[in-house]
């Protein structure tokens, strides 16, 4: 009987656990718990840049190694453009010669491939490869130093200034929270291949040479967790102890960064627990896709006559788990008098969500437009007075 009555009560515990769902804390009290140990935080959806929780992210502080997400996003820029590509051979400089912290020891006059170079800034954090990157594609490191600071101005950082590729310690060399975290955004939203990279744990360089060298992951958390595959962690004495760590999980990515942690254990933990709570209490939910057709039109000026006006970014929101969706409207502004013969904004696609304005959107032509011939344009208004008469007919 006794045995029963346990059983009984075991089965009534679980029901009752089931029955009311996972237990949460009050809307603030978590997130006040999620960094005590970091000076500056911040929690973003990238495709959006939604913060979600932030502490202190508009400190200037000085960021280390975080340095480093810019420098890849400039070598991605340069890889864009065909300036360089990842069998493209680079040589080390002088510059190398005694460089400090975390490097792969190039010698001065030493040949390697973008590919590997980019690994070696990507999983093993070398500051010798960085400043290799920052000479071949700015001629200088000062050079590349300003490329760095326009381009962070260019995609919104507004509290950054860079002096070196790598973060080693500078004076006028800092940065924020905020600032770090749309850098990453910008990196992983158009370069996702980088994560190919800092997902890795661990790789080598210099293969089958007597000069083979280990790389292994200054991010901890993409062996030890699932999904966590970026982006960059930094260290110096001034710097502290720093993380942008990014998570993909359940079709949502998140990225969390923590400046100025007292030890590796605490950055990893409280960047950790960022994007834990991010991926139990949210959702992101997906409005509009790039290349969604908005406007059709037919114009036998140009070729082809049909084309689609589309466009250039998905549309995304964060929203609360449990919360509805609040009331969403669009609005669409074309310039017809000014359609271009590529690919080109044409446009912009304003959402809306609950009366305020979520994303302005580019909308560009999908087909590649030529003006059409003469000849081209009578066959097409000939075909259309073949069609009007057979109707009639």
Known sequence: MRKLIRILLGVLVIVFVFSIGPVRAEEGEQEQELTRDA??????????????????ADEKLAPASLT???????VYDALAKGLISKDTVLTASESVRGLEGTKIYLEVGEKMKVEDLLKSVAIGSANDAAIVFAEALGGSVPNFAK?????????????????????????GHYTTARDVAIMAAYLVNNYPDVLNYTKIYEDYVRENTEKRFWLVNTNKLVKFIEGVDGLKTGWTPEAGHCLCATMKKN????????????????RNSEALQLLNYATANYNVVPLFKKNEVIKTYEDVSFYPKYYHIVLTEDVNIVNKKGEPLKEITTEVEIDYDNLSYDNKKVGTFKVYYDGKLLKEVNLAVKEELKRASYFNILCEVLKEIFLVSSIQV
Do not use: D, H
């Open 39 to 56: 000076r500056s935080a911040i929690l973003i959806e990238p495709t959006t840049l939604e913060v979600i929780y932030e502490k202190n």
């Open 68 to 74: 480093k997400i810019m420098t890849m996003i400039l």
């Open 147 to 171: 490329m760095m600071n326009k381009k962070a101005q260019q995609i919104g950082c507004k509290n950054t200034s860079f002096k070196n590729p790598n973060g080693l310690p500078e004076e």
């Open 251 to 266: 079709g949502m990515r998140f990225i969390a960064v923590v400046m100025n942690c007292s030890n590796n254990e605490k």
